[in-house]
């Protein structure tokens, strides 16, 4: 198994600082990014704990089998699902830590979308409104769910095309690294296949362009690192009202 990576991040064009943090961790085929948030520069640090401890966790799990895991295992999730959900859930409680511990941090928090290539699979986790996508045959599919509150209404079917368009809490998150001492991590897996791209992103480049949009870089420009660049150049052309993070990895069979 090889992996292919490319990855960027940009403040935008309405943003002063960089609240985003990605990680690519290629010898244990680990790719994340985190969208920090909260006042001054705090979001920016709860995003680098949770792509560090995140990190820091497969290095350990990875050198020392018998390593002693901060979290039970989940009998319903196998060995690599529940190793992706605890270095997350690592993660948390470390931000959540950080922010009981110092007033100047209350409130902070991250969203987290990570993926993992592993022998039997691709597994994804995720907290938040940063997404994942898999590109395949030339389609891009969306592999996870936003944690939103706009998701939410979406789901109950409670709101029209219109206001869909003009909901007034689009931004607004119900599931993050940091809210709360404890946090539910989604895991999917993915079957994947020769030349597959997974696509991490946060909500300044899934907000700004369409997955149309998306799909069609990806179609025209083979070249990770190019269309990484390409994707948040677009991005910050259609306002760039946040800032852009994009990581591509491509699986190889051998």
Not at 11 to 34: F, P, Q, S
Not at 131 to 138: A, K, L, M
Request: with cysteine.
């Amino acid at each position: 198994m090889r992996i292919e990576v490319a990855g960027s991040t940009h403040v935008g064009m309405k943003r002063n600082h960089n609240e985003d943090n990605y990680l690519v961790l290629t010898e244990e085929n680990l790719v994340c990014v985190a969208d920090g948030m909260g006042g001054h520069s705090s979001g920016e640090i709860a995003s680098r704990i949770a792509v560090d401890e995140l990190g820091e966790f497969f290095r350990l799990t990875s050198k020392d089998q018998d390593a002693t895991w901060p979290f039970k295992m989940d009998k319903q999730r196998n060995y690599d699902e529940n190793r992706l959900a605890t270095g997350i859930k690592l993660a948390n409680a470390r931000i959540f830590e950080r922010a009981t511990a110092d007033t100047k941090y209350k409130g902070m928090g991250t969203t987290i979308v990570s993926v993992h290539f592993a022998e039997n699979g691709v597994y994804v986790g995720h907290v938040g409104d940063s997404r994942v996508y898999f590109f395949r045959g030339g389609i891009l599919q969306q592999v996870t769910e936003d944690h939103s509150l706009l998701n939410d209404y979406l789901k109950a079917k409670k709101l029209t095309p219109e206001e869909i368009e003009n909901f007034p809490h689009k931004n607004v998150i119900v599931r993050a690294l940091g809210m709360k001492e404890q946090v539910q991590v989604d895991v999917t897996r993915v079957d994947p296949l020769e030349n597959d791209v997974f696509l991490l992103c946060s909500d300044g480049l899934s907000g700004m362009i369409t997955d149309a949009q998306m799909q069609d870089i990806l179609s025209r420009t083979p070249e990770l690192e190019k269309a990484c660049g390409q994707l948040i150049d677009l991005a910050n052309a259609a306002g760039g009202n946040d800032n852009v993070t994009c990581v591509l990895a491509r699986y190889h069979a051998a």
